[in-house]
């Protein structure tokens, strides 16, 4: 079966970093596209990032362009989200997700089409 495992999240003070992961397993992870969404309390789940298979082509929100990179180590089957310069408004549950291809599609911010999901990570910053 597989599974999506987040983890890294936490609190932190607005302009400061922070690191999520999420380790796919039961997959092979250079095959497929991985994206993370976040989501807030009243609020829909949003896109922040995909990445190809091969790592090759990323995407990002623009609430987030220039902040937040995302990178994968196929070799460990991780996807990571690098967040810096990080805002209150960055406060959200943090979920991956993966597709069956091996490209991010071309609605890739919307969560219809991903085949997985992790359970979240919550992350909090504080102003």
């Known amino acids: 079966q597989v599974r999506l495992i987040e983890s890294g999240g936490g609190s932190v003070q607005a302009g400061g970093s922070m690191r999520v992961s999420c380790v796919l397993s039961e997959y092979t992870v250079s095959r497929i596209s991985m994206a993370w969404f976040r989501q807030s309390p009243g609020n829909d789940r949003e896109g922040v990032s995909c990445i190809t298979g091969s790592g090759g082509r990323t995407y990002f929100s623009e609430s987030v362009q220039g902040r937040f990179n995302v990178s994968r180590d196929n070799a460990k089957n991780t996807l990571y989200l690098q967040m810096n310069d990080l805002k209150p408004e960055d406060t959200a549950m943090y979920y991956c997700?993966?597709?069956?291809?091996?490209?991010?599609?071309?609605?890739?911010?919307?969560?219809?089409?991903?085949?997985?999901w992790g359970q979240g990570t919550q992350v909090t910053v504080s102003s």
């Open positions: 997700a993966a597709w069956r291809y091996d490209y991010c599609s071309g609605s890739w911010w919307t969560t219809y089409g991903y085949n997985y």
